[in-house]
Structures are given as C-alpha cells and as structure tokens.
C-alpha cells in the first residue's frame, strides 16, 4: 500500500501548521505534541455496533446485552490509550540517505527506538507515494526500517514528511504522525548503456599511455608478481635461474576517458544518462575516466569516490543550488 | 472522511492482503465458540449448513480445497432458508432472526479473504454473543460470553500485528489483558448508565413452555415433577411462613371435560375482569387489619403470562393484575426473568358472597361422566351432616382406604377416569386426589375448583432464598364454605402428609424416589459436599439474578438513591465521569508505569548537573562522551595536566561503576568540591 494524502493533509494551511507544530528535526521523540488520533472505519463501525447492542438491551430490557455493549465500549476508550502509546515515546531518526538512479528507489534508512517498558507492535512507517513497511519493536529497544522511495527525477530527492502510524492493538483507531527528518537522497540520472567507442576512445594531446593490461606488444621482461598470467611466465628462465619471469605486453590505447557533454547526442537529459551509462561502464572496466560538462570539469582519476563525484556533478547538472 | 484516506480499495479487493494464518485460525475458533450456545434454539439445517462452511473454510485454511464455486454457495444459502422456512416458527421472531444471522456468518467463512471480511465477521462475533443473551442470562453464560469476547478481541488484535509475530497465545494474552482492563470502566456505564423503558416493541425469544399448564389431565403434573429446573425464587422481606403454608397459587382449574381439567374463561362482565396494579374492586377482600406476608419474585421464563403468588395475594407490582379468581397474572407471557414484588393477607377471604354466575361454573359436571363416584358422593352426603363434615369424611375416606400417593399412577382413559381412579386403580399423584376430591363436592352441589402451582420449595442456607423447583409443582383443592369463602383442601395432605410437610422426596417410596432422583439433580441430596456446592451455584445465581441480570430502571433508581444521596442528572454525570476517569486512570498506569526513568544515582545526578552548567562555558557534552573523557576535557580547557584531574576521575568512575564502592555523604561531598572548583576554573578562564 501506497501512502497517500487526503485531500486535507494537502492544503497549505495544513502544511503551515503541521510545521509549526512538528518542526522539521533529524531527531523526533513523539509525543502528545506530534500525534494524532482518530478513530477508523472499523471505529466508526465498532461504534455504531455498540449503538445497536444499547438499542437491543432497551428494547428488550436486558441487563447482559447492556454489560456486552459497555464491554465492547470500554474497550473502545482504553484501545485509546493502547494506540496512543504504541507511538508515544518512540524516538525516530534518520541515520542514512542512499543513492540511486532515476527509475530505482532510493533507500533511507530510519532508526526507530523506543523508551523502556511494554513493546511496540504494528507499527507503520512510509514516505509520502512509497510503501509504507512494518515495523515493531518487541523484544528489542531499536531497530533500523529500510525504507524506499521511487526516484523519478534526478538531483536531489527530498521525500518530505515520514508517516508514522498505528492501528494497533484493535484497528479501531488510528494514530499517526508525519515526522520531517530532512532527509535527502542524490538521485542519479537514468543510465543509458549505449556503446560508442568512438567517443570514448580519447587521442588526446598528453602523449600515449600504456595499458598494463594489454596483450598487444612485448616491451619488457621483469620479475613474476603474484597475479601475473601463468601464460607469461618464461618458462625457460625458470628452468636456468630458477626465477620466475614474466614478459609483459603493453596496449598501445589511450586509457582515460574524457566524457564530454557536447560529444553524446540527444537533449539534455538524454545526454545526461547516456554520460552516466558511460560513465559507470567505465567505472566498471576500471578506467581513468573525467567529465566535461558546459561550465564544469572533472578531471580523470579512478575509485569509487571519483565515480560518485562524477555522477554527482552529472546529477546536479543544470540544476538550481540546493 | 478527511483522516480515512489509505489504500484500503485494494485490500479490500483481497488483492496481495492475506488475513494473517494465526489470525485466521483464531476467527474460526471465535466463530465457534460464539454459535456453539445458540445451537440450542436454531434448526439442525442451520448447524449442519454451518458444520458444512467450517469443515470446508478448514480445509481451505489446511490448503487442501479450493474456495467453493458459486454454486455451491447458492446451494448452501437455498438449504439453509429451507431450514429457516421449515423451522415452524414465525418469520419475525427472534429465532428467525438469529438463524439468519448465523446462517450469513456460517457462509461468510467460506469467503473471508481479505481484511474488510475479517471486520464483518468479528463485529457479528459480537453480536452474536449479545443476541445469547436474549435467551439465556444465567452466570454460566455470562462467563462463556467473556470467554468468547476475548477469543473474538483476539482475532482482531491478530490482524494488527505483525504477520510474522502473530501466535495465537500472544493475540489471546493481549486480548485476556484488553478485557481485563476494561472490565472497571464497564462496571462504571454499567452502574450509571440511565436504564430508560423500552422504545419499541421487538420480539421476544419464544422458546418452550415449562411448567404449569393451563388445562391438566391426570399424570401431568406428576410428569413435572421429574425436572429439576428453577421454576422461580422468592425472597420473604420478614420471616418465611412455614413450609405448610408455603402454597405458591398460579391456576385455577374450573371446568372439566373428558378427563382434563381446565382454567375457567374470563367472564365478559366488566366489574370481573383483571384488576391492575393499584387499583381496587369489590370482589376484593377487605384486608386493612390482617398483617401482610411480603416478598418477591424472581421468575424464569414459561412463556406464559401467569405467575405465582401465596394466598391472598394482591396485585402491588407493576404489570401484574388480579383476575375474578384471585390468580395474579402478568401483562405480558413471560419470555425473559422477570421480577416482581407480591404480598400476600394469609387469612383473607376470598369470596365471602358467592355470585351466582360463580356457583354455577364451580359446581358444574359433564352430565354422564362419572356415574359410580358421584353416586358414592350423593351417598356419603345423606349420611353426613353439613358440607364441612361430608368433606371431612371424604379426607378421612382416602386417609384409611389403600390410596397410594405415587409418580407413577397407572394410566386411565380419559373416559370415567375418576372412578377409575377412585375405585379401581387407587394410587395417583396430587393432580389425581385433587380431581376426585373437587368432583366430588360438586356432586353434591358444593361450590369447588382445583388449583395448580407450586408448594413449599427449598431454602437454600447461604442466602436465605426459597428455591422452587418445578418438582414442587402441586394440586389442590378449593371449596366454597359458607360463611368462609374459598377454602382450602389438600387431599394430598391426607394420603401423603410429608409431601406437605417435608417436600416430594419424603413423600415418596423408594422406587419412585429412585426414578426421581436418576432423572433430576436430586441425585445429589444423598452426597453432603456436593450438596454444598449447589448450594453455592444457586446462591451465586440467585445474587447474579437479584443484581445483575434484574438490575432494571428501579432498582438502579434504588442504588444510586443509597450511593449519591439524590438522583439528579448532574450527580450521575459526575459519578460516572468519576468512575470513568479511575477506571482508565488505572489503564494509564498499567500502560505508562514502567516509563518513569529509574531515581538517579546521587552521584550521576551531580555530573550531570555540573555537565548542565558547562554548558554556559561553551562546554558541552557530546552524547557518547564517557564521564571521564568529558571530564579530561574541561581539564584541558582550564590547562592542567592531565594528572591534575586523574583523583577526581577515579573518585567519579568508582562511585558510578564499582558497585562495591559505598556511595556515603563524604564521598558525595569530595565529588561535588572536586567538581565545583573545575567548574570555578572554567568559568574564570573563560571570563579573562
């Protein structure tokens, strides 16, 4: 189940004093401050069965029917109590952001704790438009609630208020609250896994570079390292000077990659992701690659924090300063 | 609906929500456990429909069947309005109506999927546990019934747990704890709420009739007397009249015709009809200076509209009303336990000038019945002197010829059956003697009638009440003495004296006692401690009756007239607001007890009072800082060596962790100097 909004919880005016009212923090510990409660459906029905029951017992004058319709009343009023305290206490707290892709749900991940006493059951937690995850805290006092949202744009995804709500123990009441952790999530740009070798191979004007890795020519012999082919080894040196030694080859190819915004095709957001497809297809193989882009530059390196700065930029491109 | 906004469109389509297995299981025990009491008045179809839903909604929960097609739910919703069609009673009474209702619920099992269903089937749960009570309000299902309801509150709160903790013991604990708490705030409502009178008129449990009937040939009332049921209790408001004259009159049986006597029609006449609570007529006896016997009545249903009172009785209790005959009868059949206050004038005549129309019914015979006893009469009557000793005679008659009083007389046809009885067979149960007796005197043109109801009981030690059970059901006689109005004769009285005196059981012979007792509880009358126990069930039920389930408009009117002083509007809302918030005063506590943060240790509290006061010196502790690190800090902010702070550090570790370490005054006072001074420091440093 999605969690959506009423039709209420959209108004502005609603939203203006919901931020007066539970400010945004990274922290929250609930309380009669920031829950609400109200009663379900199956309340109203509950209810209205409890009428029905009263009626009967008047009609018929019978005391036990009146006890049964007090019961189920009763019961009604300490559930109040029971959902109200199912959240009351707990402590929400967002611990991660995650990263993701356009089209993929980003992770958040939320800490939930609660005071010392009786355990929390039933509990559910989800950012506006996601599913909503269950959640308790029985045995334990924290626990940590993945939560996902779907990301359908690049840059920065703000997931807005946290729902955070129960029906427990009866599914007469309910009692909710929308927390605002401030969180955020980078959200990437959809790749595009497109091979264009021309564009990546790179003549560039800081002099041929060698690839380890490559098996074109023999340039030199050297001692064996652990993790040299087994095919490189000279078997006939070993067999004189009972050293290993292996011949190495080298590539003659440019390795590091400049992806450049005005070399891909498309708009601008077509663009993006094909540079990103490039980019992490070059991330992948291990290559030096940067990034061009109109007002930017990201120079080549490798690792994936390089990797991240790059889809970053990618990410943020064009975009207004958050 | 502003706050009701979740998806429940697609959980209600049953699409991707399961109703958790344990949850499931726990739905169909609660529905089980909530239909089996009512098995008892709806129709074997509904049952076996039901058996049917449940034994397949099992295999579907086992994974072995598949949900029914749809035609086999037609079948299955066809059979059972056969049932209900074929049950014989009418289509709005009440058992109609909850065989319906149990019917829809039987059939919604083989179709609950989804969440919404699960809701529907909890709130019939409840229901149907109140609609029991509209049959039978005895303690025993009382206790059944909150037996059910936390077996019911169970399945819901399975629902709303996590699907993977859901286990039948923890839902069942948590529900058990539910009720439990509850349970104050319901005694609240159930004190203070305003009972108000009906306010409209619904139909009543039919159910069988017991007891007396209103025509009795020979034998029936000896076919009573072997159940054991309650047929009402009585609680005297001064001392009880002997177990003599303890002779609960219900029916009196005017005419006779082919064996079975009969109470006598309502005469048309207005100044003969029914007297209502109150209110005074002249066939009344004047009783201003006769001291009354007062009591009152608590009567199981006999769906039927008399009741029972001692001799003479007068209509005082609201919906009671007196009928040319002195019989006290009720507006309405009796369908529930009712209540009601009788008073009696002991030596009250009744009749003292007997209307002609009277004296006409209660001597009247069928012409050509009978012949041999009303000859024996005509005969013993010229030989005696006066209607008092030709009865007298009669009575001495059965006491010295071979009459035996027995349960089990020899059947006679309905054809001459008195002298049957009278000359041939000889042995008869009170109904018999009674008969014979009443024919007799008419013979001879004495005014007479047979009377039926109830005579002596059984005081039950613990609580003082009189049990009548319908094992004590009688007959006797009446005659019209001039002079004395209607007298009472008990023939019984001479051929048994202990049935009088001691009750049936002493009255009887060993055999009959013996079929007596292999049918009714009086099996238990030879065993002294389980003598004592139904003793105790039956004071319990007899308190239940009194307080519970007779708690109606007057008697919460009494309660709260000795609990708030004045019954006003405003007094009983604050009583119940008073109630009310202890009551859930109590759930917070139970709910929020344990929060309260553990008392501080001093030596914790004075840390961190002084990490507090820091905090004005730009220090302030990090949350995962330990005491001694925080401390090295603020050492280091005033710039000491680190050696400078190391006694007090040790001082603070030793009080909060060494749980050896005696936290006195001294070690107190050397802790806050040590603070003190660093703080002192600090706060210097920061100033220059």
Known sequence: ??????????????????????????????????????????????????????????????????????????????????????????????????TGFVGEDVEFQVRMSRSKGKGREGIQLGWLGAIAQWAELYDTEACTVRLFVPAKARGWLDPGRLLIETQYPLGLLRAWTWVDLGARALVYPQPLFIDQPELIARRGEEGELMDPQGSDDFSD????????????????????????????????????????????????????????????????????????????????????PHRDSILRALALYGLPQA | MAFLRRNEATEALGIGYQIPRNSLALLMIAQAVVVLPHAAHITPWIIAVGLICGYWRWMVFQGRWDYPQRWIKVLLVVASAIGVGASGKSAFSLETATGLLIVAFALKLVEMKSRRDAYL??????????????????????????????????????????????????????????????????????????????????PLPGGTRTGMTDHVAPGDIAALTRAY????????????????????????????????????GVSAAPENAPVGAGARADFMPDVSDIEPVS??????????????????????????????D????????????????????????????????????????????????????????????????????????????????????????????????????????????????????????????????????????????????????????????????????????????ARIESGLNAALSEADRAVLSSVTGARF??????????????????????????????????????????????????????????????????LFWRRRPMPDHPAQRMFRRFAERLVRSGLSRAPQETPAHFLARVNAARNRAPSDIAPLIDHLDSLLYNPDVVCTKDALRTLRSGLRRLQVDVALRARS
């Open chain 2, 326 to 497: 002195f019989r006290l009868i009720s507006a309405e059949p009796i369908h529930t336990m009712i209540r009601y206050r009788g008073v009696a004038y002991p030596d009250a005549p009744m009749d003292l000038q007997l209307p002609e129309w009277l004296r006409i019914r209660e001597t009247r015979l069928p012409d050509d019945d009978n012949p041999r006893i009303i000859a024996f009469a005509k005969d013993l009557a010229a030989n005696t002197d006066g209607n008092e000793a030709f009865l007298a005679n009669v009575l001495q008659y059965i006491r010295t010829q071979p009459f035996f009083y027995t349960l089990n007389p020899p059947l006679l046809s309905n054809a001459d059956s008195v002298d049957a009885f009278w000359f041939d067979s000889r042995r008869g149960f009170c109904s018999h003697f009674a008969g014979a007796f009443v024919y007799m005197a008419r013979a001879v043109g004495i005014p007479a009638r047979m009377v039926g109801g109830y005579q002596g009981g059984e005081v039950n030690p613990l609580t003082g009440h009189l049990v009548v059970r319908q094992c004590d059901a009688h007959a006797w006689t009446e005659v019209w003495l001039e002079g004395r109005g209607w007298v009472r004769f008990d023939p019984t009285a001479a051929v048994a004296p």
């Open chain 2, 525 to 590: 009358e030879g065993v002294p401690g389980l003598r004592d126990v139904v003793y105790l069930f039956e004071s319990m039920q007899h308190r239940w009756n009194l307080w519970v389930v007779g708690y109606d408009t007057e008697v919460q009117a009494r309660y709260l007239a000795d609990l708030l002083g004045e019954v006003t509007p405003t007094r009983v809302g604050l009583a119940m607001l008073l109630g009310g918030g202890v009551s859930l005063a109590l759930v917070v506590v139970s």
């Open chain 2, 229 to 264: 049921e309650i047929a009402f209790r009585a609680v005297f408001y001064g001392p009880m009249p002997p177990a003599r004259a303890l002779y609960w009159r219900g029916l009196v049986y005017s005419n006779f015709s082919q064996g079975t006597w009969s109470v006598g």
């Open chain 1, 221 to 304: 012999m050297r001692t064996y390292r652990p993790g040299d082919p087994v095919r490189h080894v000279i078997w006939r040196a070993y067999a004189r000077t009972d050293q290993l030694v292996v011949k190495e080859y080298t590539s003659y190819l440019d390795p590091r990659l400049m992806l450049d915004y005005d070399r891909v095709a498309g708009g601008t957001e077509e663009r993006l992701s094909r540079l990103t497809g490039m980019a992490l297809n070059a991330a992948r193989s291990g290559r030096e690659f940067g990034l061009v882009l109109p007002g930017t530059k990201v120079r080549p390196g490798i690792g994936d």
């Open chain 1, 1 to 98: 189940m999605a969690v959506e909004l009423s039709a209420f919880e959209r108004s502005p005016r609603f939203n203006r004093w919901l931020d007066r009212r539970i400010p945004p923090s990274r922290s929250l510990t609930l309380s009669q401050q920031s829950i609400f409660i109200f009663p379900t459906i199956t309340g109203f029905l509950f209810g209205g069965l409890i009428v029905l029951l009263i009626l009967g017992a008047i009609n018929y004058q019978n005391s036990l029917v009146y006890g049964v319709a007090f019961t189920l009343g009763s019961l009604f009023l300490v559930t109040i109590l029971y959902t109200f305290r199912n959240l009351s206490g707990l402590t929400i707290e967002l611990i991660a952001a995650g």
């Open chain 2, 295 to 324: 009591y009152q009545i608590l009567m199981e249903p006999t769906q039927a509209s008399w009741l029972f009172g001692l001799d003479v009785a007068l209509p005082v209790a609201h919906g009671t009303s007196l009928t040319r």
């Open chain 2, 121 to 202: 089937v909890i709130h019939l749960c409840y229901f149907i546990v109140a609609a029991e009570f509209l049959f039978d309000q005895s303690i025993g299902v009382a206790v059944y019934s909150v037996l059910s309801m936390v077996i019911v509150t169970a399945a819901l709160v399975g629902l709303h747990q996590l699907h993977t903790r859901v286990r039948v013991s923890t839902s069942l604990r948590t529900a058990a704890v539910l009720v439990m708490q509850a349970m104050p705030l319901m005694l609240v409502l159930f004190l203070f709420f305003p009972r108000v009178a009906p306010l409209w008129s619904v």
